[in-house]
Structures are given as structure tokens and as C-alpha cells.
T-cell receptor, first 112, second 113 residues
Framework: DAGVIQSPRHEVTEMGQEVTLRCKPISGHDYLFWYRQTMMRGLELLIYFNNNVPIDDSGMPEDRFSAKMPNASFSTLKIQPSEPRDSAVYFC??????????FGPGTRLTVL | GENVEQHPSTLSVQEGDSAVIKCTYSDSASNYFPWYKQELGKGPQLIIDIRSNVGEKKDQRIAVTLNKTAKHFSLHITETQPEDSAVYFCAASGTGTASKLTFGTGTRLQVTL
């Protein structure tokens, strides 16, 4: 298996623009997580899905953030409109039956 | 919710020495404690984990100990090597599942020759 796949790996955008981050979990995994990593706040859980259904989105910072999982092999995290303080590395992770979480390589987002 | 504290934030050891990283957690219901290693430009990778029904677990040069009474757990790396240099994160699941993890703030380990 190729592991968790994230795209793009790097994204540079201007304030106010819409940003969409993409994730393909490991085939067969039933949980998918979105994390954000910054120097100030460390690694934070934003939202997670079980069998494509959002279970806990209490970590989503504000209404500008939204996440979807239309099927078992694809998820998106959207920021609209983006702000400079959204600059961070965003990770997607997946797991099977609450076991080990496998992380993707991350998307480094820079909002100018 | 769960709160995880991790110390030290940076640690420098000489090759061959041991390294110890400590974490405390707040939720007594937590029962799953993984440790992740993150190399530059990569996502965190699980290196070892322990569940609350076990006090210690070892995997070659890496061991984790858990003290549920004191609500703390530690990572021990023996015979450190330069490739052990990375950022290490502890985590705890505050709801009794492995799903929702709360991470510590990380320890940057530098192994010098």
C-alpha cells in the first residue's frame, strides 16, 4: 500500500482565497483524521470521521473550515476564506478499528 | 478534556547514551498511550504504544513505562544512534479509545557523535 496520500504537498495562496486540501486514506481503514501542526499550538486534531461520517469536529477552529468525506477513499479539508493565521502543516491520518494511526506526509500551507 | 504535558522540549545526548522523555496526562479514563517520531518534512510515525493494562513494553532499544496512579508515562531509548535524532510526541486517548488522541508538545532529540 502507498500509505496515506495528501495533495498538494505545498500550497501558497493569498489571504481571502479558498484552499482545498485532499487526502486519500489507506485502503480498508475506517477512521480518518485531520490535524493541524504549528509551532505555537503543536499538533491539534481538527476533525475525524468513522465510516465517512463526521464524529467529532470540535477542533475545527471556526466556520471558515469545513471537511467532507464523500466516500471511503477520499476526504477534503476546505478553508474559505483563508487567513495568514491558517498557515500551518495539515496532516491527514487513517486507522483501522481504532488501531495505529498512519499519518500522511502533510500539506504545508502558507497564506500571504 | 484531556491535557498532555511533555518534558523536556529539547534533549541532547551523545551517541550510545540513553534518552528519557516524560509525559503526564490529566484524564484518568485514558487507556491508550502511543509515542510518535517525526522526522523533518515528514508525518509522525508510531514507534511504540502501551495500553493501561500493561506497565511496561519494550521493542529492541525502545521501551515505554506507564504509571496509571501517577498518570505519567515515559519513553526510554537506549544506545542512541544519530538516526534517532527527530521530534518525539507522546499522546493519550482521553475517551478510552485509540481514536481521539491528544498530543504532547514534542521533544526535539539530538544525538551527537
Amino acid at each position: 500500500d502507498a500509505g496515506v496520500i495528501q495533495s498538494p504537498r505545498h500550497e501558497v495562496t493569498e489571504m481571502g482565497q479558498e484552499v482545498t486540501l485532499r487526502c486519500k486514506p489507506i485502503s480498508g481503514h475506517d477512521y480518518l483524521f485531520w490535524y493541524r501542526q504549528t509551532m505555537m499550538r503543536g499538533l491539534e486534531l481538527l476533525i475525524y470521521f468513522n465510516n465517512n461520517v463526521p464524529i467529532d469536529d470540535s477542533g475545527m477552529p471556526e466556520d471558515r473550515f469545513s471537511a467532507k468525506m464523500p466516500n471511503a477513499s477520499f476526504s477534503t479539508l476546505k478553508i474559505q476564506p483563508s487567513e495568514p493565521r491558517d498557515s500551518a502543516v495539515y496532516f491527514c491520518a487513517s486507522t483501522l478499528a481504532q488501531g495505529e494511526q498512519f499519518f500522511g506526509p502533510g500539506t504545508r500551507l502558507t497564506v500571504l | 478534556g484531556e491535557n498532555v504535558e511533555q518534558h523536556p522540549s529539547t534533549l541532547s545526548v551523545q551517541e550510545g547514551d540513553s534518552a528519557v522523555i516524560k509525559c503526564t496526562y490529566s484524564d484518568s479514563a485514558s487507556n491508550y498511550f502511543p509515542w510518535y517520531k517525526q522526522e523533518l518534512g515528514k508525518g509522525p510515525q508510531l514507534i511504540i504504544d502501551i495500553r493501561s493494562n500493561v506497565g511496561e513494553k519494550k521493542d529492541q532499544r525502545i521501551a515505554v513505562t506507564l504509571n496509571k496512579t501517577a498518570k505519567h508515562f515515559s519513553l526510554h531509548i537506549t544506545e542512541t544512534q544519530p538516526e534517532d535524532s527527530a521530534v518525539y510526541f507522546c499522546a493519550a486517548s482521553g475517551t478510552g479509545t485509540a481514536s481521539k488522541l491528544t498530543f504532547g508538545t514534542g521533544t526535539r532529540l539530538q544525538v551527537t557523535l
